[in-house]
Each structure stands twice: as C-alpha cells, then as structure tokens.
C-alpha cells in the first residue's frame, strides 16, 4: 500500500523485454537499504524490487502489467517517480493507492499559473464515474485532487512542491499516464452496482 506521495525520483537504466515480460533495472537514491521481495511503486505501479551488488534495483514486468501500464514504453535515462511502501503507523499524507493501474490516460494541456500549473488528462470511458470533483486519482503514482471532470477528461492543479519533487514537472502533452482511480470509490461501486440494476 503507498500514499501517493512521492519524496524522491529515479531514473532507468535498462528495461529488457522478452517473450515472458520484462527486467526492469531503476537507480534511485534512499539512505535506508532496500530489502530482497520489498514492494516500490515505479510510476504507480507496484512492483517487487531485487537490489543488486551495484546499487540499482532489478524488477520483472509481467505481460499484463506491461500492457496495462506505460512500463514498457519507458526508456534508458527516463525520470520516474518512486515510492516505498507505507508502513503501518505512517502518516497518510495523499490518500490509500495500491499502486494496481486501473488505465492509462493522456496529458491533454497544460496551463501555467505562475509556479502553479493544472494540468488535463483524458481518461478511460469506463472509469468516468469514479472520477469526481474534489476525489482523489494517482497519476504516476502522484496522488492529486481531481478537478472539473467532463466524463472523458479531467484537471488537477499541481503545486509547485509537485512539479519540482515528480516527472509531472517534466511532462509534455501527449505523454501518456499510469492512473489509479480512488480505492474506496472502486469498492463502493463493486457492492452498490448490483442493487441498482434490480
């Protein structure tokens, strides 16, 4: 489980795809050592981490992930957001994020607001009402309040804390997302869905 809040970035350094999936190799900076089977959102994707001799992280990318995720389009070099997983007793400073990728969206625009920027991304049809004014969505594992969703698209301003501490600093439209729609609302939908087809 992780918060989406995001204290430090990495960077690729190798992403080998095969038949079976994918080896992803990341470097990041932590002074608490990794642990072997240790969980790391990469993106906002949740996967398990296998330190190695050098100090970088070897990870495998099953298919499923790599084709419900932007994981395999990643490059040599990129900037990603990373985050350990929360510990009970933790400060719960975004919202609860399992770091399971619902779908991907789009960055639409960009409007700059001084330091400040909102940003606009499409989304998935599907996923349109569980996508609210004022709910939670983690971007690349960002965890970010929604702002005026239209039902295929929606904002959220990103303060300058954000676009300086994550790779939504560096994005550009058309960058394509890794979004995690709000847990509670997932679950809330799942158990009213069937009352309300009677």
Not at 19 to 41: H, I, K, M, N, Y
Request: charged fraction near 20%.
């Amino acid at each position: 489980m992780f918060t989406g809040i995001i204290h430090r970035t990495g960077i690729i350094e190798s992403l080998v795809i095969s038949e079976s999936g994918a080896q992803l190799r990341v470097r990041t900076e932590d002074p608490e050592p990794f642990a072997r089977g240790e969980s790391l959102a990469v993106n906002g994707v949740c996967l398990t981490v296998l330190p190695q001799d050098d100090g970088s992280l070897l990870t495998d990318v099953s298919n499923e992930t790599l084709a419900r995720t932007t994981l395999g389009a990643l490059v040599r070099g990129a900037r990603i957001n990373v985050e350990r997983a929360m510990a009970l007793g933790d400060r719960l400073g975004g919202h609860l994020v399992q770091g399971h990728v619902d779908g991907v969206g789009t960055l639409e625009s960009i409007k700059r607001e001084g330091a400040f920027a909102v940003y606009r991304w499409s989304n998935p049809a599907e996923y349109a009402a569980l996508i609210v004014d004022k709910g939670s969505i983690a971007v690349d594992g960002v965890s970010l309040t929604v702002v005026e969703p239209d039902g295929s698209t929606f904002g959220a301003a990103l303060i300058p804390e954000t676009l300086a501490r994550t790779n939504l600093g560096d994005a550009a439209e058309g960058d394509r997302v890794n979004l995690e729609l709000d847990m509670l609302a997932k679950y809330v939908q799942s158990l009213v869905t069937p009352y309300l087809r009677r």
